[in-house]
């Protein structure tokens, strides 16, 4: 059947997401998950709607959103534009600034779905190495004619490390194109480059409720941009891209200040134990600023130990990035999940 595919999506791997189970019994710490159920508002909103509202389309700008993110990040509401999950912004994106032929750029290792996209919409692609340390090297902002795109994660994954906002305002000063600041993981930062979208027309910054609200199976996500960008995202968008209970769920989740702070507080406290204990553990830990760890051992295999771990009940992921090496990203957890993955982790390095 290849005959009738595109030949460049043909010759594609396409994008591989982290184990998701539905039956088996894990302790799941591979997708980056918020290990906390999330706000009981949410609930309570999409209870709430009458069941004769599900026979309507829903709103297709999410402007009930739009309205509480508009206050909660100081900008105007034209400004924002919503999404099925962030990762559906980054295709609207990719999709109105690149044409076939043309060419994306990104730092390697990061989020493995930028070249994915790159590839679906027929154009190319340019991974420019972390230096050591993670830090981006002064190649990752020059110029170039055919470059009409450029994602920065910040943190980035799997490194959970952070690009500096003044930093990242001279970049996009230097591209001739948008830079996009995918920001799935900024609230665990404690810090965001919201602000520097007023400054300049050509950042765009992307962020999802998935990871800070607890609402991965929700799908919502949304992009920040001037709005002259957002009126372009808008006619590539689908239709209605957002179904009618996630833009109520996810408006009630912006809404819980008191919730969404609390939780900030719990998944950081787990975060500096987890880097804590693994480092006593004698695994190499990158300093993080997501909701997941990076690390790997001098002497035993990552993979050897992702692969322990699983026959013990416990998801980690197992990351290669060929010519930079590999590793294992550690999602941040409960209490008591990462007093089990610790004691199992413990027991692989200790051979029993």
Known sequence: MNEYVRPDIAKMQGYVPGEQPQHAKFIKLNTNENPFPPSPKVIEAIRRVPGERLAR??????DAFRQVASDRLGVPADWILCGN???????????TFVGAGECVRFPYPSYILYRTLAEIQGARWE???????????????EPSSDLKLVYLPNPNSPSGTWVE???????????????????AYADFAGDTCVSL??????????????????LAGLRFGYVVAQPQMIAEL?????????????IVGATAALSDSRWFEENLLRVTANRR??????DELGMQVVPSRANFVWCTHP??????????????????RYMDFPGWGDGLRISVGTESQQEVLLGMMAELLSGR
């Not at 991974?127 to 902002?141: K, T």
């Not at 134990?273 to 693994?278: S, V, W």
């Not at 990552?302 to 009940?313: C, H, I, M, S, V």
């Open 234 to 246: 808008a006619k590539v968008k689908d239709s209605y891209n957002c179904d009618l209970l996630s």
């Open 197 to 214: 979208v007023k400054q300049c027309e050509k950042i765009l910054v992307v962020r999802t409720l998935s990871k800070s609200y607890a």
């Open 299 to 316: 002497e035993h295999e990552a993979k050897a130990l992702y692969e322990g771990l699983k026959e013990r009940g416990i998801l980690v």
């Open 127 to 141: 991974e420019v190495p972390f230096e050591e340390g993670w830090r981006l090297p002064r190649s990752f902002g």
């Open 165 to 183: 906002r003044d930093q990242i305002l001279e970049l996009a000063e230097r591209l001739p194109c948008p830079l996009i600041v995918d920001e």
């Open 85 to 95: 999950g962030s990762d559906d912004i980054l295709t609207i994106c990719t999709r």
């Open 57 to 62: 389309y829903p709103d297709p700008l999410a």
């Open 273 to 278: 134990t987890l880097e804590r204990e693994l």
